[in-house]
């Protein structure tokens, strides 16, 4: 099982950007799935979550100019980012809440965690 982030980069202030989050693996279920964030020398912060039946949550700074989504055929979570700041600026961990069977053929609830994506906003 593999979370695998993307879309992260280099982008001006007030541009946008794309994330994406791909779930692989043998998954019986993905329940929350969400966004967080971590600045250099700061901690991780929620940016964003959303439930398997699309009800959302954002941090409120957030709100407005982030959108989170997801494709349940295709177990992958998205953000939207638009108007980003400099002080946004940090990688992006997508987070899921998963049911799945591990290589032991036994049922395993786990909350995971991709690899981060860096977002640098800077003119």
């Known amino acids: 099982v593999q979370l695998q982030a993307s879309g992260g980069g280099l982008v001006q202030p007030g541009g946008s950007l794309r994330l994406s989050c791909a779930v692989s693996?043998?998954?019986?279920?993905?329940?929350?799935m969400g966004w967080y964030r971590q600045a250099p020398g700061k901690q991780r912060d929620l940016v964003a979550t959303i439930t398997s039946g699309g009800s959302t949550s954002y941090e409120e700074s957030v709100k407005g100019r982030f959108t989170i989504s997801r494709d349940n055929a295709k177990n992958t979570v998205y953000l939207q980012m638009n108007s980003l700041k400099p002080e946004e600026t940090a990688v992006y961990y997508c987070n899921a809440n998963l049911i799945y069977y591990n290589p032991a053929q036994e049922l395993v609830a786990s909350r995971s965690w991709g690899q981060g994506t860096q977002v640098t906003v800077s003119s």
């Open positions: 693996g043998s998954i019986l279920r993905i329940d929350d």
